[in-house]
């Protein structure tokens, strides 16, 4: 690589680990933890890419786009961000950002894609606008550190203006319907009616005709798509090929597998290549455990804010949460955590309490019996298979090896301190390293170490 790196980030850490990796790649770096610093270096005429946190001690990060691209046209901009959220992936899409990356972020693949913005740059490829980043919807509950959701968060960013019928799967409650109005609301449609269908709204002669005057320009969904029958599907295909210039966008969300029901003759084809545009799929719960503790605290934190009190969990508590199996997936999450957070008698939600609320949902066996009699080994193959499946056609970021180290490194000795009452020398004997190393280990992986107990 060739060219001068702007780095802004108010961890010391990463300051040093992306200047010592540009450096090494042939890059002059700057770097700062003042945002007020990064913008009088661009204002200099200094830099050809920037690297730069969003929160930061003197202003958000992504505010500081719009004066990027008014400063430097054509400046290329890569955001990282442990506001793992769709909003971040949305406002920095938005704003006109090069390319964003989740924290904790893959620096082999930070490096290609910096070589990759550089490189547009020289060229002079990169034709920037300014965008004003909106803010409202920073409640929703689409939060998520795992691929599979920052894949989508990323698609979602894409295909939020493009003209395309969007096709949303997922099973119930994983969210599918937030998708949909995020999409709607952070589009150049926003300001339009947002029209959710059911199956009843397109009976009779008037009811396709009706749904489009009430969509007008703006988004119209149609709810759960698969249950529709041969009829009322035969009413969209007539109504979709009949759209007038001014027609709204057309969205579908399904729980159901319309392949197969296309080969059992129960959904028309002509139906399903009409408003497959572009597919989304929301994975479920279980398929993203490592994000049951975000989803948790941000659920207990609405409850505080609804006056509901406030409450935290155990941490025996959490993990009989993170087992548990969520066949209603982040709707059932949520109204659990609402429950717990009225019924629990102390701000210390526990594991009993939870075993009481979690006996009375839907019988079904938690997760820790799904592998049952399976080696580790198996169990292991198993969620790598689902994270290659997440990528779809394409292949995971480069430097998958030592990812996947780190990854299960992490709640390895975390478990295993749990499981030693957090006594680092029974924790080091325990896997076989010596205690400097687990010292070394927790520290840098920022691993907790207070108010740890042997898991009962």
Same mark, same amino acid.
């Given at each position: 690589m060739d060219g001068t790196v702007l780095?802004?980030?108010?961890? =010391?850490? #990463? =300051? *040093?680990?992306?200047t010592q990796a540009l450096t090494r790649a042939g890059c002059k770096v700057h770097a700062t933890a003042s945002l007020v610093t990064l913008m009088r270096w661009v204002e200099e005429g200094k830099g050809d890419l920037v690297i730069s946190d969003v929160m930061m001690p003197d202003g958000n990060g992504l505010e500081a786009l719009p004066r990027i691209a008014q400063e430097r046209p054509g400046l290329p901009v890569i955001v990282i961000s442990a506001q793992n959220t769709i909003m971040t992936a949305i406002q920095a899409a938005e704003a006109d950002a090069y390319d964003y990356l989740p924290k904790p972020f893959d620096l082999p693949d930070l490096m290609k894609r910096a070589a990759r913005a550089l490189d547009q740059k020289r060229k002079a490829q990169v034709v920037s606008k300014t965008a004003e980043p909106r803010t409202e919807g920073g409640d929703l509950p689409l939060v998520g550190r795992t691929a599979g959701m920052q894949a989508l968060y990323r698609l979602v960013a894409r295909v939020m203006n493009a003209d395309l019928p969007v096709l949303i799967l997922g099973e119930s409650g994983t969210g599918k319907s937030l998708i949909a109005r995020a999409i709607h609301d952070f589009s150049d449609r926003r300001t339009l009616p947002f029209v959710v269908a059911q199956a009843a709204d397109l009976q009779g002669a008037d009811g396709p005709s009706t749904l489009l005057a009430k969509a007008k320009s703006g988004s119209l969904v149609f709810d759960e798509v698969g249950d529709y029958d041969e009829e009322t599907q035969g009413r969209i295909v007539r109504m979709l090929d009949a759209l007038p210039d001014s027609a709204p =966008? #057309?969205?579908?969300?399904?729980?159901?597998d319309l392949g197969a029901l296309m080969e059992a003759g129960k959904f028309r084809q002509d139906l399903f290549y009409r408003i497959g545009g572009v597919t989304l799929a929301v994975p479920s719960l279980r398929e993203r455990v490592e994000d049951i503790p975000l989803l948790a605290e941000h659920f207990l934190a609405r409850a505080e804010r609804d006056g509901l009190g406030v409450r935290r969990f155990?941490? /025996?508590a959490m993990a009989l949460v993170r087992a548990y199996a969520w066949p209603g997936n982040v709707r059932q999450l949520e109204n659990t955590i609402r429950r717990l957070v009225v019924t629990s008698s102390e701000e210390e939600i526990t594991r009993s309490e939870v075993e009481f609320v979690l006996g009375n949902q839907p019988a079904i066996e938690p997760l820790r019996?799904?592998? /049952?009699?399976e080696k580790l080994s198996a169990s292991i193959a198993r969620h790598l298979r689902r994270y290659f499946d997440l990528h779809g056609g394409n292949l995971p970021a480069p430097g998958l090896y030592d990812r996947i180290l780190r990854e299960m490194e992490a709640p390895l000795i975390e478990i295993a301190l749990d499981a030693t009452g957090g006594n680092q020398a029974r924790c080091a004997d325990l896997?076989? #390293?010596?205690r400097n190393t687990l010292r070394k280990k927790i *520290?840098?992986?920022d691993i907790q170490v207070t108010r740890r107990r042997k898991l009962m």
């Open positions: 780095v802004a980030d108010d961890d =010391r850490t #990463i =300051r *040093t680990v992306l =966008r #057309i969205m579908a969300t399904t729980q159901v155990s941490s /025996e019996q799904i592998g /049952e009699g896997l076989g #390293i010596n *520290t840098d992986l």
